[in-house]
C-alpha cells in the first residue's frame, strides 16, 4: 500500500531531515513510527500525504506514484486518506459536526448519508452529544478525538497519526487504540508516529524507529 524508494528529505541546505528511506508497508497493515524528537517522523508523514515533497525518491501510495503528482491529481488521493496531525488542525469557526462532514462534502456525497456517517463517527469517539460545539469549546482531548472522527469518517485506505494520543489520558488513549486497530482490521493501513513505549508495549506492532532521518530499526511482531 505504500512504498519508498531511497526518499530524501531536507528542508535546508547540509542537513536532511530524511536520508535514503526505504520502506513497504502492506494492506491493513498498523505500523509504529518512532525515534527521538528530531529524528525526522513528521516529515515522513509530511511527504506521505503530500504536504512536502522529497527532494530524491519516489513514493508510492496504492500504486501511485505521489511524486509524479500534479497539483490536480494529489487532493484526489489525500481524500482517500485519513490524517491525524499533531496540533489537530479543525476549521475553529465550524462546528464539530461540519469539521467531521467537509471530508465527506468534498467527496460529494448526499447529505442524507452525510448525516448518517458523521454521526456514526462521533459516536465512535464518544463525542456525538458535542455535534454542535466549535472545536474551541472542548478540552485538548475532545479536539483531538473529533480529529480521530473525522480521519476515520472517510474509511481511509491510509491513516496517518502524529502524536494522536499526546493529549490523551490513558482510558481514552485505550479508546483511540481500538478505532485504529479496526480500522487497520477493516483493511486502512495505519502509520502513526509516537514516543509511548508502554503503548507500544501494550499494543505490539510493526515499530520503524528514525534516528537523524534514517531508519535504524525496523521490526516486525
Ligand atoms: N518546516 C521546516 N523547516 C526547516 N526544518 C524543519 C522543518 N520541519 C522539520 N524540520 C527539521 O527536520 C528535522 C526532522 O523534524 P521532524 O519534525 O520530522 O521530527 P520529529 O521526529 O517529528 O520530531 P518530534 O518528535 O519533535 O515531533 C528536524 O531537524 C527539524 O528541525
Ligand atoms: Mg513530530
Redesign the pocket.
Known sequence: MIQLYNVC????KD?A??DQINLKIGKGEFVY?T????????????LLYGG?RPNRGQILIDGRNLTRMGARQLPLIRRRLGIVF?DFKLISTRTVFENVAFALEVQGRKRFEISKKVYAALKNVGLEHKLNRRPLELSGGEQQRVAVARALVVDPIVLLA??PTGNLDPETTLELMELFKSASARGSTVVM?T?DRELIRRFPRRVVT?DN?RVVDDSHV
Do not use: N, P, R, V
Not at 9 to 12: G, L, P
Not at 37 to 42: E, I, N, P, Q, V
Open positions: 528529505k531536507s528542508y535546508m542537513s531531515a530524511l513510527l525515534g527521538s524528537s528530531g529524528a525526522g517522523k513528521s516529515t515522513l508523514l509530511k512536502e499533531q502524529d502524536e508516529a514516543h528514525l532521518g
